[in-house]
């Protein structure tokens, strides 16, 4: 069956550092992968989006990268701060056009003062 | 100026009752979706809507119907409501085919089911 996964369901990590989060997932041949940040009581907010033919991706402090033959993507958020703290989803597209998107579980990362 | 807003914000109502939920996006979008987040927090996608067809239908109780009126509109409603309906509900939209951005989401509606 398919199935999206995301390393952890919490992360915590001290200021400055690298914040990795991993997804992984099985039986889908995805054109592309998104990054979602969630606030409590908020809508998801779109972060980054990498396409079956980039191996990277950068934006600011967040890197993201894909690896379609392990089935994983990879979330890095450098010097992180704790306005970094949140849940962090990937999602990917189902259907290809936009049309069904699936959502991973989230990784509710906790940055340390 | 918000670009997706759903309304109400918060909907506490009696189990058996029918309520609606609106959506209106401001982005010139061409597709609108309803997800449902339940406690766990899972984000489960119900409706997806382009041009006012409906392209996606999950495996969701046919007591959910969504009602787009516009492009810009996408309306839930649901009939006889289940304690188990008691979750938050997004709307979002996105440009089909424009694969270069994501999503919009809404600040959700939460409904409790009492």
């Known amino acids: 069956s398919q199935k999206i996964e995301q390393n952890s369901e919490a992360l915590n990590i001290q200021e400055g550092k690298t914040a990795t989060l991993t997804c992984n997932y099985t039986n889908y041949s995805p054109a592309y992968l998104q990054w979602y940040r969630q606030d409590p009581g908020r809508g998801p907010v779109f972060l980054l989006l990498i396409r079956e033919n980039e191996k990277e991706k950068r934006k600011e402090r967040l890197k993201v990268t894909f690896d379609t033959t392990l089935k994983q993507s990879l979330f890095h958020i450098t010097a992180s701060q704790p306005a970094d703290s949140a849940t962090y989803l990937c999602a990917l597209d189902e259907g290809n056009y936009g049309q069904n998107f699936v959502f991973g579980p989230g990784t509710r990362l906790s940055v340390l003062p | 100026d918000t670009a997706v807003s759903q309304t109400p914000k918060y909907l506490v109502t009696q189990m058996g009752n029918d309520k609606s939920i609106k959506c209106e996006q401001n982005l010139g979008h061409d597709t609108m979706y309803w997800y449902k987040q339940d406690s766990k927090k899972f984000l489960k996608i119900m409706f997806s809507y382009n041009n006012k067809e409906l392209i996606i239908n999950e495996t969701v109780p046919n007591r959910f119907s969504p009602k787009s009126p516009d492009k810009a509109h996408l309306n839930l409603h649901i009939n006889s409501l289940e304690l188990g309906d008691s979750a938050v509900y997004f709307c979002?939209?996105?440009?089909?085919?424009?694969?270069?951005?994501?999503?919009?989401f809404g600040a959700g509606t939460r409904l409790s089911v009492l």
């Open positions: 979002a939209s996105s440009q089909a085919g424009r694969i270069g951005g994501g999503s919009y």
